[in-house]
């Protein structure tokens, strides 16, 4: 059965230490222009904000944001590097999945990366009817997942070299990768999804994909990139209320 690699303590210790080293820095690299072009005002919630690195990203960038996490380590963590924040835990398994929130509204929700670990396309869908609850009519979810091809080549800060299975996985199918970078070289298990199972699973919330976007790296920026120049290990995918326009 698949676990959540980031509800443990040392995980979240290493986490809390990555910052944006290369490949990660590509994933974030891009977001200001997106969030300036898509998103009109600053009330944010970052969903699945783990030790606080992208709730505190979209602070600099002068949004007022809110965090919330289902890992208890992974919080505690974020309020110790940003005491200031706003950090709340929740039960994805729950009615309401973001019931210390729910009664808010915001211009833009941010998922960097906790549905590369979540499972079920109807546990997906709720979650993601939900984040559609909370947003204003004008507002923005943004979902930063993982690219299928990160599981199948070597990267800057990653490595699939140990799982040549990964080839071979299917829509839904566990994968594996490793983080060379924060100190913990325990493989992460996460779960592969396809464009295909993205979209279907907006379209069950209830969200429309406005743009997606694919960040690739440039040869002169100051990392020694592997894959990152040729191919993206990320897609962005930018939405809105279905119905909307």
Known sequence: MLTNAY??????????????????????????????EHVEE???????????RSTRFLARLGYHVTGVD??????ERARLLD???????????????????????????????PFDNIPGRAHRARLMEAIRGVLRPAGRFLLLASAPEIYTHEW???????FPENRRAGSGDVVRIVIKEGGDDRPVEDLLWLDED???????????????????ARPDEPFEWVSEERVSPWVIYVTEVAGRR
């Open 198 to 216: 993205y979209r279907e699973t907006f379209r069950r919330a209830g969200l429309a994909v406005r743009a997606v976007h694919r960040p690739l």
């Open 70 to 75: 289902v890992a208890a380590d992974m919080l």
């Open 42 to 52: 600053t009330e944010a919630l970052d969903f699945g904000c783990g030790a606080g």
């Open 7 to 36: 509800q443990d303590a040392r995980r979240a210790r290493a986490y809390a230490r990555l910052e944006f080293p290369a490949s990660y820095y590509l994933a974030f690299r891009d977001l200001p222009a997106l969030l300036a």
């Open 156 to 162: 800057a800060t990653f490595t699939t070299a140990a």
């Open 83 to 113: 005491p200031g924040g706003s950090y709340h835990l929740i039960d994805d398994r729950a009615a309401d999945p973001l019931q210390p929130v729910a009664s808010r509204r915001f211009d833009v929700v941010l998922a960097a990366y």
